[in-house]
């Protein structure tokens, strides 16, 4: 949200640079920014780096309390879900188990829907932080895609069990869902992306078109993550049979190079 200062922050804001030399600054605002920072370091005004950092310090000290506070609410929020179903949860429930009341609550949020959305939100960044630790892993690209695509079900599966309840809103509201993860998904597939481009500069994938084929490994992986979670895929077979089809598809797909030839 772009936050409006006050003629009183504007008018210190001027002065200030003739308060800095030896003089103890005190600078008093209703509400600040980033982008005003940005702004006023542009147009000269605050040059100086003392005057940066008590900006600075005071957009981290307003942000800090409200980000806590949101989070707080939606752990709570999955706390809940997770115990007794997002159907049989209200929003009078998570404002007194967070102790922060409905006042507050609805600050952050307009209704359960968005609570809820927020919750899986914050499970989707779980699983996309996994996944960031793998690709920066300094492993081959081929071994790394296979461990992406490894850790990509493993962890959706159990951020979806450890919500208890929670599960069956995930596979009965999957549309919902949806909703919540265009902004993951979007991410995840700039994460194979950057892989296969790794493996293409290196000579160990072979793809024509970059863009389609990342989009395409999502996809693929995207489909089977609800059987996957179900049990359904490969439940008969040992992991040494398992690892040897996955390899043979998603390596004869990228037509990776035999890495003896490399």
């Known amino acids: 949200d772009l936050w409006v200062m006050s003629p009183t922050s504007y008018q210190l804001l001027h002065s200030a640079m003739f308060l800095i030399s030896g003089a103890k600054v005190r600078l008093i605002f209703e509400k600040t920014n980033i982008r005003q920072i940005i702004f006023f370091i542009s147009c000269g005004i605050g040059g100086n780096v003392l005057l940066l950092h008590i900006l600075l310090c005071n957009v981290q000290n307003k942000t800090m309390p409200v980000s806590k506070t949101k989070a707080k609410l939606v752990d709570v929020a999955r706390q809940l879900f997770a115990k007794m179903g997002v159907e049989n949860t209200t929003m009078n429930d998570i404002a007194l188990a967070s102790k922060k009341g409905r006042r507050t609550l609805y600050t952050y949020f307009k209704?359960?829907?968005?609570?809820?959305?927020?919750?899986?939100?914050?499970?989707?960044?779980?699983?996309?932080?996994?996944?960031?630790?793998?690709?920066?892993?300094?492993?081959?690209?081929?071994?790394?895609?296979?461990?992406?695509?490894?850790?990509?079900?493993?962890?959706?599966?159990?951020?979806?069990?450890?919500?208890?309840?929670?599960?069956?809103?995930?596979?009965?509201?999957?549309?919902?869902?949806?909703?919540?993860?265009?902004?993951?998904?979007?991410?995840?597939?700039?994460?194979?992306?950057d892989v296969l481009r790794e493996g293409m500069e290196t000579g160990v994938f072979q793809i024509d078109d970059l863009d389609m084929t990342a989009e395409l490994v999502h996809y693929c992986v995207k489909g089977i993550e609800v059987p996957y979670i179900r049990g359904q895929i490969g439940a008969y077979l040992d992991d040494a049979t398992r690892d040897k089809y996955v390899v043979r598809i998603v390596f004869g797909a990228l037509h990776r190079k035999d890495p003896k030839a490399l």
Do not use: H
């Not at 309840?165 to 265009?182: G, N, P, Y």
């Open 111 to 193: 209704s359960k829907e968005d609570i809820y959305l927020a919750v899986v939100e914050s499970q989707l960044d779980i699983l996309l932080d996994t996944m960031k630790r793998v690709a920066d892993k300094c492993i081959s690209p081929d071994e790394k895609m296979l461990e992406m695509i490894y850790t990509r079900l493993d962890v959706v599966k159990e951020v979806v069990y450890r919500n208890g309840t929670l599960r069956a809103d995930f596979f009965r509201d999957i549309w919902k869902v949806e909703k919540a993860r265009k902004r993951f998904d979007e991410k995840e597939v700039q994460l194979f992306k």
